[in-house]
């Protein structure tokens, strides 16, 4: 594709277009509850690739997942009792979660060559229609690594991220942080990865109580 697609959220046939460039191959730029993110198809090697040398990311810091059902997460990863109440407490939202990968057909430029994957199902009605569309998608920021991850599509298109083939327009994004990543990959250890628009010690203190004061983990 020489030219890039601009499409609109608010307009459904826009948003099976821009599901249709994943499902090709291509390379889009969408709208998420956090920032802009830029993503593919997961199980498309080549596409994954070239998300990589669009944003200038090193191969070995691995990519996360979005979905949009629990059921499509559980495909591909293992999720365990902290695991599924964090994604009861979360999700749809700003959490991301790395846990040990199920399905081995995912690229593995993906994961790194890791045996872990991280997963999200996002909050913003937009992307989980996209993602309804073409089941999983890639979504990492939309920006060259290293830079500030974009609010909206005019950012983007003013940048040096280059080399995609489609933009889904969602407007502006208000939200000022990204995603909080908790790894959940070793039994009976938690690391916050990144702190996000979830607090830690509210991911703490969930997975203290298992959502019920009188439990504990």
């Known amino acids: 594709m020489d030219q890039i697609i ?9 948003v099976s277009k821009c599901a249709d460039v994943v499902k090709s191959g291509g390379v889009i730029v969408f709208p998420t509850d956090t920032v802009y993110g830029i993503g593919c198809d997961p199980y498309n090697h080549a596409a994954v690739n070239r998300v990589f040398a669009i944003k200038d990311r090193k191969t070995a810091k691995p990519l996360p997942i979005l979905a949009s059902t629990l059921t499509d997460v559980r495909n ?5 009792l902290r695991a599924d109440i964090l994604a009861n407490k979360y999700w749809p939202g700003k959490l991301t979660l ?6 081995r057909s995912i690229s593995s430029l993906v994961v790194s060559n890791k045996d872990t994957i991280a997963v999200r199902i996002p909050g913003n009605p ?20 290293g830079k500030r991850p974009a609010r909206d599509i005019h950012q ?9 083939d489609a933009v889904l327009d969602g407007g502006f994004i208000t939200e000022e942080k990204e ?9 009976g250890q938690i690391e916050i990865i990144r702190e996000g628009s979830i607090k830690s010690e509210d991911i703490r203190k969930t997975l203290s109580t298992g959502g019920h004061e009188d ?3």
């Open 6 to 14: 601009l499409l609109d959220c608010s307009q459904d046939r826009d």
């Open 76 to 80: 591909i990863a293992l999720l365990d």
């Open 98 to 103: 790395v846990c040990p990968l199920l399905d």
């Open 126 to 145: 937009c992307t989980l229609e996209l993602i309804r569309k073409c089941r999983l998608i890639v979504g990492t920021s939309a920006n060259i690594s």
């Open 156 to 164: 983007v298109l003013s940048s040096s991220l280059k080399g995609f």
């Open 179 to 187: 995603s909080t990543i908790v790894d959940l990959s070793k039994r």
């Open 215 to 217: 439990r504990q983990f």
